[in-house]
């Protein structure tokens, strides 16, 4: 009967781990998926050999009890681990998986079904993980399909500085209640243009800056959504045929970027799928000690996600692309403010007021980062275009399914909180046309292009793309948006 009970064990909990992630090839790299199981590995041989050592004192209801609760925590740990839920959700679910172990055993299913079930559901689930890892890595599209350019008629640099989930003023001061931050008061002064209301295309990091860099056609399939990190995008085909170099600096590979379409990229790759999960998920494996000692042994990158590092080095590197002979373009996104957590809801009063604090907390580091980044691209290259904008919004509205309103939050709330964003040009008479108030990150690279070359007459098509977004899957207007939510 043991045997039994360590396959229930082992088999449901593998099968509850595999399933987010064949779902999830995108997201979780071969290389974290290895940490990931040596971890899965880890945690079950302890158990096993705990219910061995329990079997030897007890037997009956009181070992099946056990090996559900088990069953139980794996998959709240490890099935869930990519499941955007609230807490209670996540708990039941988790919950409903032991008991459905718990009763195959007191069921005395025979081990043969048990394995087949298992077996199948493991190997379904790794083969949908394999198949979108292949599809990732196809081959590069014909010359034919290749992103279009627009060749540019300058040598100055450019920098795209995006912030993470850094909202625009309209939004603060509607969501937050704050006014004046130090960092709009900060770019203001040094000459910015910061517009009140600024829309991201996208409320995901990803997704938005495939979106933005990807400026020749729309994005409809994953394939193609991939291939902008990939392969190539309009943006750095534009920039690298006009003989500029290129550097893209985050604090991870969340981008998937393909070095190679770069000159210099930082870092190389880091164990990133904890990066918005609660430090207490996955048993240990997602507690700073033990991600820090991940980066550090696998990956030879020194710390989590940390502006700390990442700031300094885009500082260095600003200085180098402008001592340089030939034209940059530098984009950087920086990893301070963050967004809710994956267990946030917008219905949970305390998360929602304890978000807001941290929120109001995070202002001082973000306007002196924006010193130090600024500051040094000033001193150094004071004839570059600087462009400065959010990824996305922070989600304080997070569980919402549509911008429907609520007990707790309106329509325009709910814009302003996925798509409200900071939008920020230097120098402040550069591209005043394109850049509009109200106008989405949609066509930002494209318009950035387009000014360096003197033409800043925004088309009757530039202007529709300009003011739309990715709306629950598809294209709208934020118009459009507020007349039918």
Request: hydrophobic share 45%; net charge positive.
């Amino acid at each position: 009967m043991l045997g039994n009970r360590l396959l229930i064990l082992v088999g449901f909990s593998l099968a509850a781990a595999t399933w987010p992630i064949g779902d999830s090839p995108q997201e979780i790299s071969l290389a974290e998926l290895a940490v990931l199981a040596g971890a899965f590995a880890i945690i079950l041989a302890i158990q096993c050999a705990g219910l061995w050592v329990a079997s030897r004192f007890t037997s009956g209801w009181l070992l099946d009890a056990l090996i559900a609760v088990l069953v139980a925590s794996n998959a709240y740990h490890f099935a869930l681990l990519t499941f955007e839920a609230s807490t209670a959700v996540q708990v039941t679910l988790a919950i409903a998986v032991g008991l459905a172990a718990g009763a195959l055993l007191r069921t005395r299913l025979p081990q043969s079904k048990v394995f087949l079930f298992t077996l199948v559901f493991t190997t379904l689930s790794l083969s949908q993980y394999a198949y979108g890892r292949a599809s990732l890595s196809d081959r590069e599209p014909e010359n034919a399909n290749l992103p279009a350019s627009i060749p540019i008629k300058s040598d100055r640099n450019v920098y795209l500085i995006s912030v993470e989930s850094l909202h625009s003023p309209a939004a603060y001061r509607r969501l937050y209640g704050i006014e004046n931050p130090p960092h709009l008061e900060y770019l203001k002064a040094e000459g910015f243009r910061v517009f009140d209301n600024a829309y991201s295309v996208d409320i995901f990091t990803r997704s938005s800056y495939e979106r933005i860099l990807e400026f020749s056609k729309p994005l409809i399939t994953p394939r193609e959504r991939v291939q902008v990190f990939r392969f190539d995008n309009s943006t750095f085909r534009s920039f690298r045929n006009s003989g500029y170099a290129i550097q893209f600096i985050y604090v991870s590979n969340h981008f998937a970027l393909n070095p190679d379409l770069v000159d210099h990229k930082y870092p190389r790759t880091r164990f990133q799928i904890c990066a918005d999960l609660p430090p207490n998920f996955f048993y240990v494996l997602c507690g700073q000690r033990m991600r820090n000692r991940i980066d550090r042994r696998l990956f030879g990158v020194e710390g989590i996600v940390s502006v700390r590092q990442q700031v300094p080095h885009l500082v260095e590197r600003i200085r180098i692309a402008a001592a340089d002979t030939k034209p940059w373009l530098t984009i950087s996104h920086v990893a301070l403010p963050k967004h809710t957590q994956k267990n946030h809801r917008y219905d949970n009063p305390a998360q929602v007021a304890g978000f807001r604090e941290q929120t109001r907390a995070w202002m001082p580091d973000i306007a002196d980062n924006y010193r130090q980044i600024v500051g040094a691209i000033k001193k150094h290259d004071p004839d570059a275009v600087i462009v400065t904008f959010g990824d996305h919004g922070a989600v304080l509205t997070r569980g919402m399914a549509s911008a429907k309103p609520n007990a707790v939050f309106t329509t325009d709330d709910y814009i302003a909180d996925r798509h409200g964003v900071m939008l920020g040009i230097y120098p402040a008479d550069f591209c005043r046309h394109r850049f509009f108030e109200g106008a989405s990150t949609a066509l930002l690279a494209k318009h950035v292009i387009e000014c360096l070359n003197g033409n800043d007459t925004l088309t009757p098509a530039d202007e529709e793309r300009s003011r739309s977004v990715v709306y629950v899957g598809e294209t709208k207007t934020i118009d459009a948006i507020k007349a039918a939510p």
